[in-house]
């Protein structure tokens, strides 16, 4: 099993990244998603939620308006689309992936997931 994030990197306050996760190993499409951030220094924190088929998404309520969660299941991907970047995003950003029975079932709780990626680094100067 495997999650490979990518698309960190150093941007500007107000600018825009997108990042990656690719998933390998596991039946991707059975699986709901979320996305984590770890910001230097503080816990884990929930950033975004995408269901199994797509039906249901969530945001933190300090990325609200700003990312876009989505999926891909032909890539086995799933996206975070961050713009109007904050210094207070800068954190290292996981994907996370766990079996979901259903399509409206919702995980924000970082312990609920099963599979975790290595996390990719977005960094955003003032």
């Known amino acids: 099993v495997q999650l490979q994030a990518s698309g960190g990197g150093l941007v500007q306050t107000g600018g825009s990244l997108r990042l990656s996760c690719a998933a390998s190993?596991?039946?991707?499409?059975?699986?709901?998603l979320g996305w984590f951030r770890q910001p230097p220094g503080k816990e884990r924190e929930f950033v975004a939620f995408?269901?199994?088929?797509?039906?249901?998404?969530r945001y933190g309520d300090s990325v609200k308006g700003r990312f876009t969660v989505s999926r891909d299941d032909a890539k086995n991907t799933v996206y975070l689309e961050m713009t109007s970047l904050k210094p207070e995003d800068t954190a290292v950003y996981y994907c996370?992936?766990?079996?979901?029975?259903?399509?409206?079932?919702?995980?924000?709780?970082?312990?609920?997931?099963?599979?975790w990626g290595q996390g990719t680094q977005v960094t955003v100067s003032s």
């Open positions: 996370a992936a766990k079996p979901s029975p259903s399509l409206r079932a919702v995980f924000v709780d970082p312990g609920e997931y099963y599979y």
């Open positions: 190993g596991f039946r991707f499409s059975t699986n709901a």
């Open positions: 995408i269901s199994r088929g797509d039906v249901v998404t």
